[in-house]
């Protein structure tokens, strides 16, 4: 029962360096997603998913690039980093709608020094 | 705008002390309401859901929640509180359709005092 899996758990970057941020479902769920959580800021949609080779921006996107090659896959790509992208990044992802329940993976928390 | 306002930052308990956390939403029609929890480290794990139909919801780990039309709320409750309940719970809501994408409240986190 891996559900989502999120590779690495805890990263620490230099301003300008690029990193990409693993995300995997076992679940063969259409739906997936990527968040950031801020502290006392709740979570905001960065990228979502609705299948393989779909994508599209959501509420906090610059700074991020995302692919979907394949169902299971769907990694989110800092190309520049930057001391705002600071964050803990949490993976999501729902069989169908975009408004069904969504399962979390365990978060990457991030820091850009 | 669509919104979902979780008005308590904190909030504290003795255990087994009843819970309520409260959630207000701002839609046009009724929404789909979700209450999760994020134990420290770790995701969310959802505790329940509303998309119609009865009024009271019924949740894992002992969680219930109401929607109240009249008063934009969807509380959530917990009779008697155990220190395992320590965590933050979220509130979300969408508006019904499926291409309407899930707000989330910015959470309360919950002390469980022994």
């Known amino acids: 029962n891996a559900g989502v899996t999120q590779t690495p758990k805890f990263r620490i970057l230099k301003i300008g360096q690029s990193m990409t941020l693993q995300c995997t479902q076992d679940?063969?769920?259409?739906?997936m997603y990527w968040y950031r959580q801020d502290p006392g800021m709740g979570l905001k949609l960065i990228y979502y998913?609705?299948?393989?080779?779909?994508?599209d921006k959501g509420e906090v996107p610059n700074g991020y690039n995302v692919s979907r090659s394949t169902t299971e896959d769907f990694p989110l790509r800092l190309e520049l980093a930057a001391p705002s992208q600071t964050s803990v990044y949490f993976c999501?992802?729902?069989?169908?709608?975009?408004?069904?329940?969504?399962?979390f993976g365990d978060g990457t928390r991030l820091s850009i020094l | 705008a669509q919104s979902v306002t979780q008005p308590d930052i904190h909030i504290t308990v003795s255990e087994g002390a009843s819970l309520e956390l409260r959630c207000n939403y701002s839609?046009?029609?009724?929404?789909?309401l979700f209450w999760y929890v994020q134990s420290p480290g770790q995701g969310l794990q959802l505790l329940l859901k509303?998309?119609?139909?009865?009024?009271l919801v019924q949740g894992i780990k002992g969680f219930e929640a109401e929607f109240k039309r009249s008063q934009s709320s969807f509380n959530l409750r917990k009779p008697s509180v155990h220190w395992s309940d320590a965590a933050e719970y979220f509130c979300?809501?969408?508006?019904?359709?499926?291409?309407?994408?899930?707000?989330f409240g910015k959470g309360t986190k919950l002390t469980v005092n022994p």
């Open positions: 999501a992802s729902s069989y169908t709608t975009l408004n069904q329940p969504q399962h």
């Open positions: 679940m063969n769920h259409n739906y």
């Open positions: 998913s609705v299948g393989a080779g779909i994508t």
């Open positions: 839609y046009g029609a009724t929404p789909y």
């Open positions: 509303y998309f119609s139909g009865d009024t």
């Open positions: 979300a809501g969408s508006a019904q359709g499926g291409s309407e994408k899930l707000v």
